[in-house]
């Protein structure tokens, strides 16, 4: 009898993935342990991790491993990871901060002695919350140089620079590999897995090359996937988006005034601004 109910419940589960991932595109499962202990931690941990049409958990709390499922463009499970330790959950990976732990209920408050070899994993030295908070001011940083690049990249094209675009190109390519894609806010870590590919493959052939034409051909890709960035991002001041309908192009200025990248003197103050980013 215990082993059909086991059978049973194996093939209740086998069915479950398979009809949630036909519900998710781009599917991909994997398997990780979360610590909890009861039916309440495993609402817990499904509602934390769940996204529609995007991440599916499914937490044993016998075994304590979880089953995502998971769409490959949309997210990844650092991302899914991490919204379940900030609802009180550990996971091999990502440690909860305490006071969200605090706050479970006592019976969900689960055996926490693999707290210290989480924190070495991570390689945390203080609790995961004071971390996390500093880390996301050295994302925001760290976007700050990425935007910063950019705009230098943008200059040099404006001046028809072709020797400086290549240099900007690959400062800019650096500080795009530089980012820490795990702590950035939940907005941008969706867009930058969107535009991350795109941005450091057209960065690359902009620095590869001291063609101005070329360059400005791969700017238009940088400038798109840019503006996706900076739409998500809180900056500390106005960034206006431009548009070129000569070549039917968009760029990103911290200046209101119009100087064309796309054209340089030739042609400097064509365009117009189309949108202010607050």
């Not at 009898?1 to 499962?29: E, F, G, R, W, Y």
């Not at 605090?102 to 971390?131: F, P």
């Not at 503006?227 to 070129?244: A, F, G, N």
Request: aromatic share 8%; proline share 2%; glycine share 2%.
């Amino acid at each position: 009898m215990k082993s059909l109910k086991t059978t049973v419940t194996a093939m209740t589960l086998l069915l479950s993935i398979a009809v949630s991932n036909a519900q998710i595109k781009n599917a991909k499962t994997e398997k990780v342990k979360i610590f909890g202990n009861c039916g309440m931690c495993e609402t817990n941990i499904e509602k934390a991790g769940n996204l529609k049409n995007t991440a599916i958990v499914d937490w044993d709390k016998d075994s304590k491993i979880a089953t995502i499922s998971y769409d490959t463009a949309k997210t990844n499970p650092d991302e899914i990871l991490k919204r379940i330790a900030l609802a009180g959950y550990d996971s091999e990976k990502f440690l909860a901060p305490d006071t969200k732990y605090d706050k479970l209920h006592a019976c969900c408050q689960y055996d926490r002695d693999a707290k210290e070899l989480i924190k070495m994993a991570v390689n945390e030295s203080t609790d995961m919350e004071s971390n996390y908070s500093v880390a996301m001011q050295e994302q925001t940083n760290q976007l700050k140089l990425v935007f910063d690049d950019y705009f230098a990249l943008k200059d040099a094209l404006v001046k028809t620079d072709a020797a400086m675009a290549s240099i900007k190109a690959k400062d800019l390519f650096v500080a795009i590999n530089a980012v820490e894609m795990e702590t950035l806010k939940m907005e941008e870590h969706m867009v930058w897995m969107k535009v991350y590919k795109n941005l450091t493959s057209d960065g690359k052939k902009i620095s590869e090359t001291q063609d101005v034409k070329v360059q400005r051909e791969f700017f238009k890709s940088v400038s798109k996937n840019m503006y996706e960035l900076m739409k998500v991002s809180k900056e500390d001041t106005p960034t206006y988006y431009q548009y070129c309908p000569m070549v039917k192009a968009n760029w990103l200025s911290k200046e209101n005034e119009v100087k064309n990248p796309y054209y340089g003197s030739k042609m400097l103050t064509c365009g117009s601004t189309v949108e202010t980013i607050k």
